[in-house]
Nanobody, 128 residues
């Protein structure tokens, strides 16, 4: 699966952005997807994930109540709605898919090594 992330940009603290991740190269049943981010001089960290069936989500504690992951199956696109953004949310955001490895359709995977495919990243900058 090829993933193309978009929607990043510069936003003031308290603002909102919606990131998109368009998938291509595989049709059929949905698979687990996730968003990760990497801030300058920091390691990549988990943000949120969605199960293949869409019945389970996981969120990093720092984004609970502010970020939402969703998927449009017809468009084969995953979204990350980010509200009440904070300067500490500044990072390159990556979408990921577990399209090759076996998976449980009800599990939202939270580790980077759980994913087979990665998008190129989109930069989100939140100014104070």
């Amino acid at each position: 699966v090829q993933l193309q992330a978009s929607g990043g940009g510069l936003v003031q603290a308290g603002g909102s952005l919606r990131l998109s991740c368009a998938a291509s190269g595989r049709t059929g049943s949905p698979y687990p997807v996730g968003w990760f981010r990497q801030a300058p001089d920091k390691e990549r960290e988990f943000v949120t994930a969605l199960s293949a069936r869409g019945d389970s989500t996981r969120l990093q504690d720092s984004v609970k109540g502010r970020f939402t992951i969703s998927r449009n199956v017809v468009k084969n696109t995953v979204y990350l709605q980010m509200n009440s953004l904070k300067p500490e949310d500044t990072a390159v955001y990556y979408c990921a898919a577990r399209s090759t490895s076996d998976y449980n359709v009800h599990v939202a995977y939270t580790r980077a090594r759980d994913y087979d495919d990665w998008g190129q990243g989109t930069l989100v900058t939140v100014s104070s």
